[in-house]
């Protein structure tokens, strides 16, 4: 055992995570959970890593799904989150589901007995409050409106979000590009890469029309109580909400055809849906200013109603909820440490990762880093080509327009010779996990984790 102490504020799964991790490198921890002493508005009970929305931890498929492999990378580093799934699993076919209770009460019990984990049950307010060596904050998208706070004083507040506006987002390979067309409006840029910057889907009259209707008439998820006192930004209003406003308010706003020419019809389109890259690779694909409480089941059929897009897959379809993340790649250095105050590092949900695995995943990755820091190890992230890699490479790497996201395909950087020939959807698949369980074995052997 180290004599550097390090604190994990917040006891979902994230720090439970991490606290764990940390611990299996003999290096002690101070896990501060507010919880049973001050609730949330949608925790119910008082076990640590509490499941508050589903008990799915999705596929569990590790050949040919990006959160299988995700799982996979997970028990390879010995993650206690997974483990616990593992043992406390129901049936839900090729997916991962849990129960809840026991899932929640185990971990909440390993981590009560473990010797080396102190749980105390406080809120953390300021993190002057905290003297140990290294401070982990892990409190999830309910944040306490006073630590939010003491965030904002450590990153400024325009790197603090609290509303998770999502546009849909999908594989570019599921795109007809037969009837679409790059171009940013007005050629703005000073580079063909830059004046081809959007991938543009025309609409006519007719069409346009009947895009809006489906929209207004559409079932939308409701927001819950604790969401509804806080007011949607200006700058990301459900498109639903703007086509309520007037049938041609998505004509003047993310739908609008100005500045562009179709080199495929001589007809001037009446509205256009805009696509942008996600990522450089060029293998996502989001739409632009279409944030939307469409509930999902019908937002898929509505979006592939828009021209280029009728064989569309998502990778995650449009959403809007409270939730508390930060502007990763902005403040965070690659050791998932605040650029302004090394001293912390952040993980799980806060990032601006999505779902239950992603904030658990960067809560084992995070908890580990801190730990070869404070061993005098060498601190290196996994290569991108594994999913875990993908994740981290995400929150930290240089985005105009970063958006909470979900392990994808998207997101993986394998090479492209490794994928030449492959067009078969589920060849290409098993050819990134292969690849990236291959990747994974050597990082943890390199950085004597295993």
């Excluded at 003999?26 to 009970?45: C, D, F, Q, V, W």
């Excluded at 909440?108 to 300021?126: G, R, Y």
């Excluded at 090394?342 to 601006?352: D, R």
């Excluded at 394998?414 to 492959?422: F, V």
Aim: aromatic share 8%.
């Amino acid at each position: 055992m180290v004599k550097k102490e390090v604190a994990v504020v917040g006891g979902g799964l994230a720090g439970s995570e991490a606290a764990w991790q940390l611990c299996q490198m003999g290096i002690p921890s101070n896990l501060y959970e507010m919880r049973p002493n001050k609730t949330t508005p949608a925790h119910k009970t008082s076990f640590l890593a509490e499941l508050v929305c589903s008990n799915s931890f999705r596929s569990d498929d590790d050949i040919n799904n990006a959160v299988g492999q995700l799982h996979w990378e997970m028990r390879a580093a010995d993650g206690l989150i997974i483990s616990m799934g593992d043992k406390s699993r129901i049936p839900a076919g090729s997916a991962m589901a849990v129960d809840r209770n026991q899932f929640s009460s185990r971990i909440t019990e390993i981590i009560e007995k473990h010797p080396l984990i102190s749980l105390n049950h406080k809120e953390i307010t300021d993190l002057k409050q905290l003297k140990e060596d290294h401070i982990i904050i892990a409190s999830g998208p309910l944040t306490s409106n006073k630590l939010a706070q003491a965030l904002i004083e450590l990153t400024g507040s325009k790197n603090l979000y609290f509303y998770d506006a999502i546009a849909p987002t999908i594989y570019a390979d599921s795109i007809d590009y037969e009837s679409t067309w790059f171009q940013s409006r007005y050629d703005k840029g000073d580079t063909v890469e830059e004046r081809e910057a959007y991938l543009n889907c025309p609409m006519t009259k007719d069409e346009y029309y009947e895009f809006v209707s489906k929209i207004c008439k559409s079932d939308k998820a409701d927001f819950n109580d604790w969401e509804k006192d806080v007011p949607f930004f200006s700058g990301c209003l459900p498109i639903e909400v703007m086509a309520s406003r007037g049938k041609d308010t998505l004509r003047f706003g993310p739908m609008k055809p100005v500045g562009l020419t179709n080199p495929k019809n001589e007809v001037k389109p009446y509205a256009v849906v805009q696509l942008r890259k996600e990522n450089k690779e060029g293998t996502l694909f989001n739409i632009v200013g279409f944030q939307t409480k469409i509930k999902h089941s019908r937002q898929a059929e509505i979006l592939r109603s828009i021209s280029g897009l009728q064989d569309a897959r998502f990778a995650r379809l449009g959403g809007i909820h409270k939730n508390t993340f930060l502007n990763s790649p902005d403040i965070l250095d690659h050791h998932f440490q605040l650029k302004s105050y090394p001293k912390v590092s952040l993980a799980g949900q806060i990032t601006g990762v999505e779902g239950y695995v992603e904030s658990a995943a960067i809560g084992l990755l995070v908890g580990r880093m801190v730990g070869a820091k404070i061993l005098g190890r060498e601190v290196i992230l996994p290569p991108p080509d594994t999913a875990l890699g993908a994740l981290a490479y995400h929150l930290i790497s240089q985005n105009d327009d970063f958006q909470p996201m979900n392990i994808n395909f998207g997101l993986f950087k394998s090479s492209i010779n490794n994928l030449k020939g492959k067009k078969n959807r589920r060849e290409r698949y098993s050819t990134y996990t292969s690849i990236a369980k291959s990747s994974f074995q050597n990082w943890l052997k390199g950085v004597n984790f295993v």
